[in-house]
């Protein structure tokens, strides 16, 4: 069965930093592409980062071009996001989701708050 | 640029059929989409993906009452024999190198 597991969300204040951690199981991690999603709260679903099977291509939302990061560990099954300089806009659920092109799949987010 | 529209709510009967719409917009009418699920209070759940012919691919386990269709720009979710959980949001989602794009989503009311 597929599990994606989401962790690392929290309050921090703005201008900080935080690093969120999606880990795989029950399918081959390295052969999907991976994205991030967010949701604030109440709000719809907004595309975040896009990260390759092998990492070769990466894209990133408006929003966060620049002060998100996405990255992964095929070796280790997991998937990264490292956010800098958050504001208080944000503020969302991150989801990680498997290839949302085809044979897409969901993990259950974590929240991240901004507020000093 | 690429958009999806979507109605913002919809309602239906308990055990009736529902058809919920989402447009894409000019110059992207042969887009493929995907749809998913969002109950009250959890993540999303992928549904399927779906085609400009019509076609699609439903994710795991996602029952037979699921099922989606296409017309020009449109592509459809029709969802029958309703149950009350299938009262959730209703998000289309489409892509084109580098981004992912996201409907507003439809809220669906189960009366």
């Known amino acids: 069965e597929v599990h994606l597991v989401e962790s690392g969300g929290g309050l921090v204040k703005p201008g900080q930093s935080l690093t969120l951690s999606c880990v795989a199981s029950?399918?081959?991690?390295?052969?999907?592409?991976m994205n991030w999603v967010r949701q604030a709260p109440g709000k719809g679903l907004e595309w975040v980062a896009s990260?390759?099977?092998?990492?070769?291509?990466?894209y990133y939302a408006d929003s966060v071009q620049g002060r998100f990061t996405v990255s992964r560990d095929n070796a280790n099954n997991s998937l990264f996001l490292q956010m800098n300089s958050l504001r208080a806009e944000d503020t969302a659920f991150y989801y990680c989701?498997?290839?949302?092109?085809?044979?897409?799949?969901w993990g259950q987010g974590t929240l991240v708050t901004v507020s000093s | 640029q690429l958009v999806l529209t979507q109605s913002p709510s919809a309602s239906a009967s308990l055990g009736a059929s529902v058809n919920l719409t989402c447009t894409l917009n000019?110059?992207?009418?042969?887009?493929?989409i995907a749809w998913h699920q969002q109950q009250p209070d959890r993540g999303p759940r992928y549904l399927m993906k779906?085609?400009?012919?019509?076609?699609?691919t439903k994710g795991d386990g996602i029952p037979d009452r699921f099922s989606g269709s296409s017309s020009g720009a449109d592509r459809y979710l029709t969802i029958s024999s309703l149950q009350s959980e299938d009262e959730a949001d209703y998000y289309c989602?489409?892509?084109?190198?580098?981004?992912?794009?996201f409907g507003r989503g439809t809220k669906l009311t189960v009366v």
């Open positions: 989701a498997r290839d949302l092109r085809a044979d897409g799949y």
């Open positions: 029950g399918f081959t991690f390295s052969t999907y592409g």
């Open positions: 990260i390759s099977i092998s990492s070769t291509y990466i």
């Open positions: 000019s110059g992207h009418t042969r887009y493929a």
């Open positions: 779906l085609n400009n012919d019509g076609s699609h």
């Open positions: 989602q489409t892509w084109d190198t580098g981004i992912l794009v």
